[in-house]
C-alpha cells in the first residue's frame, strides 16, 4: 500500500494544484465538475451529473439567472462539452460516481466537497500558491478552506478502488458535492436517496484545527446545526432635508437589527452562535435609503436550539421592519444538522492505519467549531442502519481558514488517500473462497 500511495504523490500534487488554480463558487462549479468526471470516466466509474446526482428542488442559495448564464458561457469558453453543459445548466453541479465490483460486500459512500469562496487570493510571493504559480486564476474566487484537497484525496482513493477493483467486494459511492460553504449542498445530495442502503460513510477535512502531518481524527464533536438567512429591508426614498417624513429607512431597519440580534438570550442548554456577516444599504448622504441588505447566520448545539436561534432571529428581523416602517423578506438559504459520528468505527480506523507508513497517530476523538452540511448524509446513514464519521487530516496552518492566505501542507494528501484507502482496504478486502 505504502508504495502505491508513494507512486500516487506527484498525480497528487498535480490535481491539487490545478483544482486550486480554477476555483468555482457553489452551484457554479461546471469547469470542477466536468474535470473530476472526465478523469473518472477513464476509470470506469458510472457518472450521474445535474439532476441525476441531486435533487434540484432541494437546492437552497442558488445564484440568480445571470450569474449562472455567466458562468456557464465561461465554462464552455474553458472547454467543458455542451452535453455535460445541458446536465448542469440552471446551477446543477456536483456529480456522483459509483463503482460496483460485482461481489457481494458492503456499500462504502465517500463525501468530498468541491467548491470555493468569494476571496482575493494573496499575491505574496511568501504564499506558496503564488510563488509556485498555482493561485487562481479567477478574481474574488479562492480555494481558502481545503477542498481542492478533498476532490483530491477523493480522485485517489477513487483510483485505487479502480486499479484494485478484483481485490475488493462490494459497491463504492463517491459523492462530490456543490455549494458546502453556506450549507447548501449537501441536503439537494441526499434527498436524492444516495445515503438510504450505505453502510458506511466517510468524510473529512484537511486542517479545521492545527495538528502535525501524520496525525487523523477518527471523529469530531463540536460541529453546530446552522440556519443562513438573507434579508432584505423595504422602504421608502425621500430627501432628508426636504421631505424626511415620507421616507422610509430600510438602513435604520437593518441597521437596528444586526445590532438587536447580538442580544437573543443565551440558552442553558448549549452552545449557540449569531453572527451578521454582510450589510449594505444607501446611495448618498441625503438620500433616505429605500433598499437594505443583509446576510445573518445562527447557529446552535441541537437542532433545537439552532431553531430557537432562528426564532428569536426572525422575530427581531421583523420587528426592525415595524419600528422603522419598512417592509422586510426572509429567506433561507443554507442549513446544517447537529453531528454525531459513530464511536464503533474508531478502532476500525487505528486498525486499518496501523502499519501505515503515512498515518503517524490516529486520535479517536477531537473539538471542533462551525457547521458542516455533510451532517445531512450522515444522519442520513445513521437513520437507515449504518455507520459513518466525520474525520480530520492534520496540516500546519499558518493562517486560518478562509484567509486570503490560507494554505495547507501538500504532505497530507497521501496521509489521507492513505488513511482511507486501508479502510478501504479492511472493510472490502476480497477473500479467498469469497467468490
Not at 112 to 124: G, Q, R, V, Y
Request: with cysteine; net charge negative; charged share 20%.
Amino acid at each position: 500500500m505504502s508504495k502505491y500511495i508513494h507512486n500516487l504523490n506527484q498525480e497528487l500534487t498535480q490535481w491539487r494544484r490545478m483544482f486550486h488554480s480554477y476555483p468555482e463558487l457553489g452551484f457554479t462549479e461546471y469547469l470542477t465538475t466536468y474535470r473530476i468526471g472526465k478523469i473518472l470516466e477513464e476509470w470506469d466509474y458510472t457518472l450521474f451529473i445535474g439532476k441525476d446526482a441531486l435533487d434540484s428542488d432541494a437546492r437552497v442559495g442558488i445564484p440568480n439567472k445571470d450569474i449562472l448564464t455567466h458562468f456557464e458561457q465561461k465554462a464552455k469558453e474553458q472547454g467543458v462539452e455542451e452535453s455535460w453543459l445541458r446536465k448542469m445548466t440552471g446551477g446543477n453541479t456536483g456529480l456522483v460516481a459509483t463503482f460496483d465490483t460485482g461481489r457481494p460486500g458492503k456499500h462504502i459512500a465517500l463525501r468530498f466537497d468541491i467548491d470555493a469562496l468569494p476571496i482575493n487570493e494573496s499575491t505574496h510571493q511568501s504564499h506558496i500558491p503564488a510563488s509556485k504559480a498555482f493561485n487562481s486564476i479567477n478574481p474574488r474566487v479562492m480555494h481558502a478552506c481545503g477542498h481542492d484537497g478533498h476532490i483530491t484525496i477523493g480522485l485517489g482513493v477513487a483510483k485505487y478502488i479502480y486499479e484494485h477493483q478484483n481485490q475488493l467486494v462490494g459497491k463504492f459511492t463517491f459523492l462530490f458535492q456543490p455549494a458546502e460553504e453556506g450549507g447548501r449542498g449537501a441536503l439537494a445530495m441526499t434527498k436524492k436517496g444516495w445515503l438510504a442502503n450505505v453502510d458506511r460513510f466517510y468524510a473529512g477535512h484537511i486542517g479545521i484545527k492545527e495538528m502535525s502531518v501524520g496525525n487523523v481524527a477518527a471523529t469530531v464533536k463540536g460541529f453546530l446545526a446552522s440556519t443562513k438567512l438573507n434579508v432584505r429591508y423595504h422602504g421608502n426614498a425621500s430627501h432628508a432635508g426636504m421631505n424626511p417624513e415620507t421616507g422610509k429607512n430600510a438602513l435604520l431597519s437593518a441597521a437596528s437589527a444586526s445590532i438587536h440580534l447580538y442580544g437573543i438570550p443565551r440558552h442553558s442548554e448549549g452552545t449557540t452562535r449569531v453572527n451578521v456577516g454582510r450589510l449594505e444599504a444607501g446611495s448618498g448622504r441625503n438620500i433616505i435609503p429605500d433598499a437594505a441588505y443583509m446576510e445573518v447566520e445562527v447557529r446552535g448545539e441541537t437542532k433545537e436550539l439552532n431553531n430557537y436561534m432562528t426564532e428569536h432571529a426572525k422575530r427581531i428581523i421583523n420587528s426592525a421592519a415595524t419600528m422603522h416602517d419598512t417592509e422586510c423578506e426572509i429567506t433561507t438559504v443554507g442549513s446544517t444538522e447537529e453531528m454525531d459520528c459513530s464511536s464503533s468505527i474508531i478502532n476500525n480506523i487505528k486498525h486499518a492505519c496501523k502499519k501505515s507508513n503515512y498515518v503517524k497517530n490516529v486520535i479517536s476523538e477531537t473539538s471542533v467549531s462551525g457547521s458542516e452540511d455533510a451532517s445531512y448524509m450522515m444522519n442520513e446513514v445513521l437513520k437507515h442502519g449504518g455507520e459513518a464519521t466525520y474525520m480530520l487530516f492534520g496540516t500546519k496552518l499558518d493562517y486560518p481558514h478562509h484567509h486570503p492566505s490560507f494554505d495547507f501542507q501538500e504532505e497530507v494528501l497521501p496521509v489521507a488517500v492513505d488513511t482511507f484507502t486501508r479502510i478501504i482496504e479492511q472493510e472490502n478486502i476480497y477473500s479467498i473462497g469469497e467468490g
